[in-house]
């Protein structure tokens, strides 16, 4: 069974800063890795896709990784800003192991920036 | 809007009731899911459609029942829930194949009462 884990669960920092958010999985026969933004009461919005085949994936001030190999995905927010503030999920779409429809997520790490 | 459309937003519903949440997207996918955010969990895969064809089924309780009668347009009728089944029920979509990434509806706010 996939597990997905992220790290910290939730995490304060002033405006302006550099950001990094972890991600970990226990079954590394994924497809491809999804980082989403949740804003309180709302849907999840879709922020970078990485293919099992590839390192990373940019957009605008995001920077997704990926090391399959070990199980581990990071989210790098650059010049953090207060509109970032929000729950960002990780989610894997499993591989050999399992299903391929799956969609699994990590409980989310919550991200206040402060102004 | 992300182009999957769900209503309604919010709904509030007795344990005898009956109701239905509905998912509508025109983004061209072929399948379609159903998700459960409870507090404090991870999201919950329910229900998985490819093609208008159930793929999955979740170990959901038979007092949800999908339907999906076109490729674009997912149903979650309830009827007889519990109070812990509220919860907030997200719909996604996406395009056949595993290469793909998910888009997910703004979600319908259920509570039992």
């Known amino acids: 069974k996939q597990e997905v884990t992220q790290i910290p669960a939730a995490l304060s920092v002033p405006e302006g800063e550099n950001l990094v958010l972890n991600c970990s999985f226990t079954?590394?026969?994924?497809?491809?890795l999804q980082w989403f933004r949740q804003d309180p009461g709302k849907g999840l919005t879709s922020l970078l896709l990485?293919?099992?085949?590839?390192r990373e994936q940019t957009s605008g001030r995001l920077n997704a990784s990926l090391d399959k190999s070990s199980g581990r995905s990071t989210l790098y927010i650059a010049a953090s800003q207060p509109g970032d503030s929000a729950t960002y999920l990780c989610a894997v779409r499993g591989g050999v192991n399992f299903g391929n429809e799956k969609l699994t997520f990590g409980t989310g790490t919550r991200l206040t920036i402060i102004p | 809007e992300t182009g999957v459309t769900q209503t309604p937003r919010h709904l509030v519903m007795g344990m005898t009731n009956k109701k239905s949440l509905k998912c509508e997207q025109h983004?061209?996918?072929?399948?379609m899911y159903w998700y459960k955010q409870s507090a404090k969990k991870p999201l919950e895969l329910m229900f998985v459609?490819?093609?208008?064809?159930?793929?999955e089924n979740n170990s959901v309780p038979s007092r949800f029942s999908p339907e999906c009668p076109n490729s674009s347009h997912l149903f979650l009728h309830l009827h007889t829930l519990q109070p812990e089944d509220s919860a907030l029920y997200l719909c996604?979509?996406?395009?056949?194949?595993?290469?793909?990434?998910?888009?997910f509806g703004s979600g319908t706010r259920l509570t039992v009462v």
């Open positions: 459609y490819n093609f208008k064809e159930q793929t």
């Open positions: 990485i293919q099992s085949s590839q």
């Open positions: 983004l061209g996918h072929n399948a």
């Open positions: 079954d590394s026969a994924i497809y491809n």
């Open positions: 996604a979509s996406s395009p056949a194949g595993v290469d793909y990434g998910y888009t």
